[in-house]
């Protein structure tokens, strides 16, 4: 497992539910949900994501250009900057499965026609630990323009909103998750961007080699000689490759590392024993493991069991509501 696929394991659609509007301009959707993460993006027409955070600036989005906007943060989506439309309450209540999921209306008549703005709005639960370390390193709102490896992905949405089929919610959650990634690779990968340093890392031979070997073997009895072993280069080199690239020593890394996925645990299995989670994360000693955790977390392991609020997010459930616009 790579980092990046290891952070984004939690990061999930489930459930999305889409529904098809025609509005008169002026119109304005509020999204009141606040979700750790919303991606929003058009097939076609355009409009103005508006985020009610004041240090965000309003994105104009056009036919597939994708808007990611980052939990608690609110938003509007708009005909236009201004608009004198009263803004309608978009959220968890607008679409359900009750309400008729992916046929649901969010209570506007049938419309729309060829020049129909539809605007795509999938919100995700991040659960854990794991996740919030993707979170972290996001702005607010980020943006990616159309003619990326997502245009496909939309493609792919624009043919399955048309049908109505068995397993079409597996399909379009799924679709959501594939361009969720695709949006994110592509905002890491941006000219004169400022990805983390693991994101960079992950391409070099050295570097990132030991952040696979990190990511999937957290559990061995790593040393920087058995690292720098197994990824082929003295100790010397990886220590300095490592370190130059990542920003930190291997074993910090590792250890931070097997402190998150330690955390996520001592949630996710309320019956394991701190020694059970200590041997989970490469720790034969549960005194050791305890002292560590508190040396990053800041709180020992039985106490932030007991103080965890768990999942980020909504208890797994997602939603997303995709909505014709057009002007009359």
């Known amino acids: 497992m790579d980092v990046f696929g290891d952070l984004f394991r939690g990061v999930r659609a489930h459930g999305s539910l889409f529904g098809s509007s025609a509005l ?13 993460l919303t991606l929003c993006t058009v097939l076609g027409g355009s409009g ?35 608009t004198r439309a009263e803004p309608v309450a978009c959220g968890r209540h607008c679409a359900t499965v009750e309400q008729g999921g992916t046929r649901h209306r969010l209570g506007w008549s049938d419309g729309g026609g060829s020049g129909a703005p539809t605007l795509i709005v999938g919100a995700y639960p991040v659960r854990g630990e794991i996740s919030r370390r993707l979170l ?10 159309a003619g990326g490896t997502g245009d496909a992905v939309l493609d792919h949405l624009a043919a399955e909103l048309a049908t109505d089929v068995p397993g079409q919610q597996v399909v379009l959650d799924r679709l959501l998750d594939w361009m969720m990634v695709c949006t994110l690779r592509e905002w890491f990968d941006r000219p004169g961007g400022h990805p983390p340093a693991w994101w960079a890392a992950q391409r070099d031979p050295v570097a990132g080699r030991a952040l696979q070997l990190f990511h ?113």
């Open 24 to 36: 008169t301009a002026p119109w304005a959707l509020h999204f009141v949900d606040g979700a750790p």
């Open 48 to 82: 103005w994501i508006v985020p009610d955070d004041s240090e965000a600036a309003p994105e104009w989005l056009g036919p597939y250009e994708t808007v990611v906007v980052r939990g608690p943060s609110t938003f509007t989506f708009v005909d236009e900057l201004g």
């Open 136 to 145: 972290d390193v996001l702005p607010v709102v980020l943006r990616v323009e």
């Open 216 to 328: 999937a073997e957290p559990a061995e009895p790593w040393t920087v000689a058995t690292l720098a072993e197994r990824v082929g280069v003295s100790r010397s080199t990886l220590a300095k490759r490592f370190t130059t690239l990542v920003g930190e020593p291997p074993l910090t890394y590792l250890t931070r590392w097997r402190m998150t996925l330690a955390a996520d645990l001592l949630v996710e299995q309320p019956s394991s024993t701190v020694a059970d989670v200590a041997a989970a994360v490469g720790y034969s000693d549960p005194f050791g493991f305890s002292a560590a955790f508190k040396r990053v977390r800041r709180v020992n392991p039985s106490e932030f069991r007991r103080t965890a609020s768990g999942p980020l997010g909504d208890g797994g459930r997602g939603s997303l509501a995709a909505a014709d616009r057009r002007r009359v």
